[in-house]
């Protein structure tokens, strides 16, 4: 059975930083492209960053680029997203997709889960002072 969960979330001042991690379990992620999107209440689901673990090519939207970077972790099947200067519209749910075989710039612009598609439950980021 395939578990993906995320952490690290929780509330964080402007200009602040979070570690958020997704780990994953019951697939191998070398063989996966892996994304975190985010959501926040009336606003499009959003894919920030995304990599392909096998061989670390990433992508990262515009809204976070050099702020944000997602690294992998092959012997922990583990990623990573690195925030920084955290800004209040970046507040929302964070959550972990993973998709088989596609490059990661096509999986941040997805715009519909599939049926062998992967996500956790998401983590809470919310900046504010």
């Known amino acids: 059975q395939v578990h993906i969960v995320e952490s690290g979330g929780g509330l964080v001042q402007p200009g602040g930083s979070l570690r958020l991690s997704c780990v994953a379990s019951?697939?191998?992620?070398?063989?996966?492209?892996v994304g975190w999107f985010r959501q926040a209440p009336g606003k499009e689901r959003e894919g920030v960053s995304c990599i392909s673990t096998r061989d670390s090519r990433t992508y990262n939207a515009d809204s976070v680029k050099g702020r944000f970077t997602i690294s992998g972790d092959t012997a922990k099947n583990t990623v990573y997203l690195q925030m920084s200067s955290l800004e209040p519209e970046d507040t929302a749910v964070y959550y972990c997709l993973v998709r088989l075989r596609t490059t990661p710039q096509a999986m941040c612009a997805i715009n519909e889960i599939g049926p062998l598609d992967y996500r956790g439950q998401g983590t809470q980021v919310t900046v504010s002072s």
């Open positions: 019951g697939i191998n992620l070398d063989y996966y492209t």
